[in-house]
T-cell receptor, first 114, second 111 residues
Framework: EPEVTQTPSHQVTQMGQEVILRCVPI?????FYWYRQILGQKVEFLVS????????KSEIFDDQFSVERPDGSNFTLKIRSTKLEDSAMYFC????????????FGPGTRLTVL | QKEVEQDPGPLSVPEGAIVSLNCTYS??????FMWYRQYSRKGPELLMY????GNKEDGRFTAQVDKSSKYISLFIRDSQPSDSATYLC???????????FGGGTRLMVKP
């Protein structure tokens, strides 16, 4: 069964450093998403991406964040200058159509900012 | 704005019990409703997906949506220890760009 994969599973970084989180969505899916979950809190929407552009973003997704689909398989989330409060699980998801269709989530990347 | 709310639990039940998990939502534009299961430090896994009001059954799981009261339910019959996880409800509107999640209810099924 096809699945969303994410790398790395755990990333530790120093405050102020740039990080790139990587995702490989399910191959025939067209919509891609990033969510985050701070420990003990809700899963929060960050951004949705379709046809090589952002279709929606939340207030969390400020200028420090960017997304890219650098090739036909990868989908990345970059945080330019990490803050302590960026420590969270980051989940990538994909859907065949938009999020009215089933979204499949990856296993997540745990980001720890020291 | 707290758009989707769940009782965080934990909810502890004996094996074989019927479990009822509930969510309320405030956004009248929500049309699609999902239940995800999340094991500790893993990604959410879709369990049930419903559109608008009504019931949907899949094996031991039944999802109910009552749009008049903005109430979403998930019933688990013959609960098993392997059902022990956090259950997340989520909703989206017809624009379909994002899911809004509840905080999750932690379920523990004791053998």
């Amino acid at each position: 069964e096809p699945e969303v994969t994410q790398t790395p599973s755990h990333q530790v970084t120093q405050m102020g450093q740039e990080v790139i989180l990587r995702c490989v969505p399910i191959s025939n899916h067209l919509y891609f998403y990033w969510y985050r979950q701070i420990l003990g809190q809700k899963v929060e929407f960050l951004v949705s991406f379709y046809n090589n552009e952002i279709s929606e973003k939340s207030e969390i997704f400020d200028d420090q964040f960017s997304v890219e689909r650098p090739d036909g398989s990868n989908f990345t989330l970059k945080i330019r200058s990490t803050k302590l409060e960026d420590s969270a699980m980051y989940f990538c998801a994909s859907s065949r159509v938009d999020s009215t269709d089933t979204q499949y989530f990856g296993p997540g990347t745990r980001l720890t900012v020291l | 704005q707290k758009e989707v709310e769940q009782d965080p639990g934990p909810l502890s039940v004996p094996e074989g019990a019927i479990v009822s998990l509930n969510c309320t939502y405030s956004n009248s534009a929500f049309q699609y409703f999902m239940w995800y299961r999340q094991y500790s430090r893993k990604g959410p896994e879709l369990l049930m997906y419903t559109y608008s009001s009504g019931n949907k059954e899949d094996g031991r799981f039944t999802a109910q949506v009552d749009k008049s009261s903005k109430y979403i339910s998930l019933f688990i019959r013959d609960s098993q220890p392997s059902d022990s996880a956090t259950y997340l409800c989520a909703s989206c509107n017809n624009a379909g760009n994002m899911l809004t999640f509840g905080g999750g209810t932690r379920l523990m099924v004791k053998p």
